[in-house]
């Protein structure tokens, strides 16, 4: 009678292990739908900070350049992204407001708070042609064809 048990204990055995295996899987970083997750997010924030910082020192050297689509200059083997874009408006004050956005992931935007420090450049857009700031939460203009959404670097220069 004992053995009648036997295969059923060995069933509950061998699912025991594949569950095991299945969990050090997902274990691993990056592995399983949160570690995705996570890593989406950290690229998203990535790709914005590096845009952000792109757009800022390519419109900074275009001096007085007024554009809806500044030619951004990236290093050596980083591609653009998808639906990046780099905008420069004029200032009531004879400067120049300078837009560097990106689509972000949900996620992307703590952790750039936390890559940057806190640092006051970054907004979010929350509506067509506003965005809050992800620190303060002031509210400023940005040009219509930023989506709602994107991550933004927004800084004001004096040329």
Do not use: H
Request: hydrophobic share 40%; with cysteine; charged share 5%.
């Amino acid at each position: 009678m004992g053995y009648a048990i036997l295969p059923m204990v060995a069933f509950l055995f061998y699912s025991g292990l594949q569950i095991m295996g299945w969990q050090t899987a997902n274990s691993v970083p990056g592995a399983g739908p949160v570690g995705q997750m996570q890593s989406k997010q950290v690229i998203s924030a990535q790709q914005a900070e590096m845009w952000g910082e792109a757009c800022y020192n390519s419109a900074s050297a275009q001096a007085g350049v007024v554009s809806s689509t500044v030619q951004v200059t990236l290093p050596a083997g980083v591609n653009a992204p998808a639906s990046g874009g780099c905008i420069t408006t004029a200032t009531g004050t004879g400067g120049r407001n300078i837009y560097g956005y990106i689509p972000a992931a949900p996620g992307a935007v703590g952790k750039v708070q936390g890559d940057s420090n806190e640092n006051l450049i970054w907004y979010r857009v929350t509506q067509q042609g506003s965005a809050i700031s992800l620190v303060s939460g002031e509210a400023v203009a940005v040009p219509n064809q930023i989506a709602v959404g994107d991550l933004v670097d927004y800084s004001t220069t004096a040329n």
